[in-house]
T-cell receptor, first 110, second 114 residues
């Protein structure tokens, strides 16, 4: 059965710290991996990754996919309290299925 | 384990048909959500409901309506399906008082309107 596993489930850091969130997957017919930030009603789209080894960056956030290891990481540098949220990883397959991980709850303390 | 189920995984409908997408959750969650997911656009919120018979519009409610007659069930209705509503539809639920809290997602319904 397809599955997406995120780790850690929760994380507490202080402002200025750098964090790395992990997502591993076991799916058939992988198409893409997506990262979302969930803090209000709807998750906010962060990145879509389809190719291995190519880093995507947006400000202090970056992400990379490793298709050999079936995993992805999301890095946040110089964290701020506004980064506190649940970060969701989802994998889309060529069969047009989507599987979400349980999320990582990040808390950034002042 | 929280379970959110959606009535269909794949659906093909014709333009102008009325379409019902059903979502059921078994964890007594107050909040339920309907999203659509399109390539490159991420998740977009269509409607959400925080209680039976209560509903609020999300970011893209046009062309959709919803129904929440029972706490565990949230239906998305396309009154007259159009080709631009071809998409992946995801339902989610969460506990009341935690709009920023964990949302549990269903497996999705891939709708194709021809």
């Amino acid at each position: 059965e397809d599955k997406v596993v995120q780790s850690p489930l929760s994380l507490v850091v202080h402002e200025g710290d750098t964090v790395t969130l992990n997502c591993s997957y076991e799916v058939t017919n992988f198409r893409s991996l997506l990262w979302y930030k969930q803090e209000k009603k709807a998750p906010t789209f962060l990145f879509m990754l389809t190719s291995s080894g190519i880093e995507k960056k947006s400000g202090r956030l970056s992400s990379i996919l490793d298709k050999k290891e079936l995993s992805s990481i999301l890095n946040i540098t110089a964290t701020q309290t506004g980064d506190s949220a649940i970060y969701l990883c989802a994998v889309e397959t060529l069969n047009n299925d989507m599987r979400f991980g349980a999320g990582t709850r990040l808390t950034v303390k002042p | 384990d929280v379970k959110v189920t959606q009535s269909s995984r794949y659906l093909v409908k014709r333009t102008g048909e009325k379409v019902f997408l059903e979502c059921v959750q078994d964890m007594d969650h107050e909040n339920m959500f309907w999203y659509r997911q399109d390539p490159g656009l991420g998740l977009r919120l269509i409607y959400f409901s925080y209680d039976v018979k209560m509903k609020e519009k999300g970011d893209i409610p046009e062309g959709y309506s919803v129904s929440r007659e029972k706490k565990e069930r949230f239906s998305l209705i396309l009154e007259s399906a159009s080709t631009n509503q071809t998409s992946m539809y995801l339902c989610a639920s969460s506990l009341w008082g935690e709009p920023a809290g964990e949302q549990y997602f269903g497996p999705g319904t891939r709708l194709t309107v021809t």
